[in-house]
């Protein structure tokens, strides 16, 4: 059933939508009660509200849960081990060196909350393998998009995207979405009879966070909005 606000009051409702948002978490450890598919499909239903270029849509998602879940994982994991990742890297080289610096203390917080050695390269393959069984969570997502679309429209699929995230937040499930599925579009796109146009774009974990794990310890600091936004023309 869809939440009500009628009754609510602006501040009210602004109290429930920001502490959602700051509430979602990257998940990487959950519990593996399963979700109704019926959860699942309110979820998308109120991210396919999402605002898109001349509202074209472009998202598509492939929700894959039990054995397809399984079977899907379990290829991706061997293709993982046999380096079969096809996508460029995610990132520019060299990145500029903001991102860099965050690069850094990402991978400080995220291996530290695990003490995983920064320079202990298999204990770090071991955890990003973990990506491919959706970190143990119940259900995964496969975000594609049609191929011919330029960057404009996977601004829609983001905003989509984020849209699912805070949907599934505010029913008190967990999320992490992963362009690590980005890599493997080969191994995933005949298992999903994705059509030849089709991309796969990222893929996300969802289902219940195992909140005790010390993976899931690992808080991520964001720039204030005085870093990052310029004010201009306002009276104070
Ligand atoms: C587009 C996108 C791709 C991401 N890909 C991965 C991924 O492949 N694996 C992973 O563990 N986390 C991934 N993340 C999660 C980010 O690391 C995380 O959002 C960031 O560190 C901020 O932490 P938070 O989401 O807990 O606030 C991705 C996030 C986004 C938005």
Same mark, same amino acid.
């Given at each position: 059933m869809a939440p009500t606000t009628? $009754?609510?009051s602006p501040q009210d409702i602004a109290r429930c939508v920001s502490s959602v948002m700051r509430a979602r978490r990257s998940v990487r450890a959950f519990k593996p009660q399963p979700l109704p598919r019926e959860l699942v499909q309110e979820i998308l239903e109120d991210a396919a509200c999402a605002p898109s270029g001349a509202n074209i849509q472009p998202w598509r998602v492939h929700v894959v849960s039990g054995a397809v879940k399984d079977e899907l994982a379990s290829a991706l994991v061997d293709a993982f081990r046999a380096g079969k990742a096809t996508a460029p890297t995610h990132f520019p080289a060299p990145l500029p060196a903001l991102f860099h610096a965050r690069l850094l203390d990402f991978g400080a917080r995220y291996y530290g909350s695990l003490g995983i050695d920064r320079d202990d390269a298999p204990a770090r393959m071991r955890q990003t393998e973990r990506n491919f069984s959706f970190f143990g969570a119940p259900v995964g997502l496969i975000f594609s998009i $049609? &191929? &011919?679309?330029k960057p404009h429209s996977w601004i829609d699929l983001g905003l989509f995207a984020q849209s699912v995230m805070i949907a599934a937040k505010a029913r008190g499930l967990d999320t992490c979405p992963q362009v690590a599925f980005a890599q493997f579009h080969d191994t995933i796109a005949p298992r999903l009879h994705m059509p030849p146009e089709e991309i796969t774009a990222f893929g996300m974990s969802m289902g219940h966070g195992d909140s005790a794990a010390p993976v899931n310890q690992a808080g991520m600091p964001r720039e204030r909005a005085d870093g990052f936004a310029r004010f201009l023309g306002f009276a104070h």
């Open positions: 009628s $009754d609510w $049609d &191929r &011919r679309l």
